[in-house]
């Protein structure tokens, strides 16, 4: 289902090939966020122009609206978002345990819907249930998500929990034609972390997420996690850190062996009018470009920078107009994509170092 | 500039061309309105997809926001917004009469902008100016606007200053390139009408708008005073109805001789959840379109016919997905111009009375 393509000499850098009955993703990726089964404001014919080749949906999402009988009435969440390349569903873990007065028992967690209030219990097995409903290409196990900052105590305990929940998601799990990764818990404790992997190997997962990460602790610790963690994963197996990220962070974790990559980062600032250029971030509703009639990334072959400018732009925000939170959103996920392409053919041409030296300032802009 | 290519031998009906600098448009057509330089939620680029040949821009707004020197310095409003082909601008008239606290005087109109309360003041010239700047294919004399219902004595008086300040309009404008259409003011008085089309019929505009119709007067009393008004307005010269409409209106008027048409209805209602279909008007958020896999309209071939179902529609609304206002403004837009496109085809086939009576009934379902 795997395998590395070409290994960076010089970093844990890797470009990789996961196999879906959807179709192949070449790695290292970035999957758009589609939350509720659409990346806000955009169409999946835009992400398919784009060239996206994997998008991210939620389980626990669509679990509550529509509800997973009218995605399965409608032959599944491809058909029914009419998206026909992969599709990875999160388990619904993170969001489960984002809720005020959630529950959890070794069998799972009771909580309560944020829409109305209506009560729900999701366990390893119903989140499995779910996720092979809705028929995405990767699927995730049911975990126990933590904040940061988080005890010792506290993440030893939910870390062991993932782990026990990730044997029972294999257990249940019957669609062979779906990937079931595992994930690691352990917040910024590097012990529980190699404890975690040691146990889901024992599982022997396809592949693994890492939890837990990018949920407010510094980001060199983040780094640092991750850099002791990557070694001890398999070579032969995707390595896919959750909810990140930025274009800056993305490329150090490229650096430091990470595979996939996803969050609403760019589409959520570009609808607060934040555009990324080769330059770094840029505030488009800014009355320092009433007048400029350049498009957003002079670099940037969108067809928003192609055809428009960001005058344009700038009006459309100022304006309310639903178009500008399009544009930006169109604008923004592209040049990732771009990043993306540009990062993995850097490593493919032996050249990631300094690919990464020139570009990781101008990101941060 | 203009011609009638067919006329239907049983209706008033007629098939005609106005040629623009951006550009050929085939009559009867609609037009997408287009306010602050954007039809709500869509790109020029799927304007263009669906085929239309022009659309409507309001000088007004855009004097607000984002201002004409930003509009001139980008090189006029069609590359402003990246649109190729014909425009026509309103002449603000319509939108300064309908705010409070407006004074009028022969000289003009003295206004309060609703964004911030600033001191405004438009008149003929000053329209002009503003109109030429933006650059429009189709400009139109400032008016002034009356609602319903209108005083005999009010109406006499607004048509007759609105004549004044055609002469006014025409003395002013110097862009050739322009087609400056004049505007028949009168309310539903039809004696007031008659008298407007002979006065400006003296200045020899090379087209006329029929304004203060559809303001709130009963169907049937606007159709009676358009039935007497279109037989005393010359043949060779393009008629536009302002502000209308829907589907079955505009048919309506199509058989009167109206040769254009603008309105934000389609795009309206579709922000609202309502999808026009050749059965008839459907309200896609409705909990019987929860698990229907069929398309808004199954005669329809816009891409969101062809790729989306009712049900994944009903679920983006119900998710507070901006792609739901989208896909249904398209849709609707979409489903509009193929009727005009159908109705073209029904003048030049002959067939328009059948065309007609098989049409009416299914679209206001």
């Known amino acids: 289902m795997f395998k590395v393509i070409h290994q960076d000499k010089k970093t844990r850098a890797r470009l990789g090939e996961i196999i879906t009955p959807h179709g192949k993703i070449v790695t290292p990726a970035f999957m758009p966020v589609a939350t509720a089964g659409a990346v806000k404001t955009l169409s999946s014919e835009e992400l398919m122009e784009m060239n996206y080749k ?30 026909s390349r992969p599709i990875l569903t999160d388990s619904g873990g993170y969001q489960v345990f984002s809720l005020e007065n959630t529950k959890v028992t070794e069998e799972g967690a009771d909580f309560h819907s944020s829409l109305d209030g209506s009560s729900h219990f999701f366990s390893p097995e119903i989140s499995i249930k779910i996720q092979e409903i809705l028929g995405a290409d990767i699927i995730m196990v049911f975990d126990e998500c933590l904040g940061y900052p988080a005890e010792y105590k506290e993440a030893k305990k939910s870390m062991e929990r993932t782990v026990r929940w990730a044997i029972r998601c294999r257990k249940v799990h019957k669609n062979s034609r779906q990937l079931l990764f595992g994930i690691i818990q352990g917040s910024i404790y590097k012990e529980l972390r190699r404890r975690a992997i040691e146990e889901l190997e024992k599982i022997n997962f396809p592949g693994y997420g890492i939890g837990s990460l990018s949920v407010g602790e510094p980001e060199e610790m983040m780094l640092e996690v991750v850099d002791s963690l990557v070694p001890l994963m398999p070579e032969n197996k995707p390595r896919y ?23 609403s980062f760019p589409t959520q600032i570009a609808r607060n009018g934040s555009c990324l250029t080769h330059k770094g971030k840029i505030i488009i509703r800014d009355s320092i470009f009433k007048n400029d009639t350049t498009p957003i990334d002079e670099d940037c072959s969108c067809f928003v920078c192609r055809n428009y400018t960001r005058a344009y732009l700038r009006h459309l925000f100022n304006a309310g107009e639903l178009l500008a939170l399009r544009l930006a959103s169109y604008h923004n996920l592209f040049f990732l994509n771009h990043l993306m392409k540009e990062t993995r053919k850097a490593i493919r041409e032996n050249r990631f170092s300094s690919f990464y030296s020139l570009t990781k300032n101008t990101l941060k802009g």
């Not at 679990?63 to 409608?74: M, T």
């Not at 850190?241 to 969050?263: C, H, N, T």
């Open 54 to 83: 994997l998008i991210l949906a939620n389980a626990f999402h669509l679990y509550l609206k529509p509800g997973v009988e009218i995605i399965k009435k409608s032959g599944g969440l491809h058909r029914f978002m009419n998206w």
């Open 241 to 263: 850190l959750m909810g990140v990220g930025k274009p800056a962070q993305i490329l150090e974790l490229i650096k430091r062996g990470i595979d996939l990559f996803d969050s």
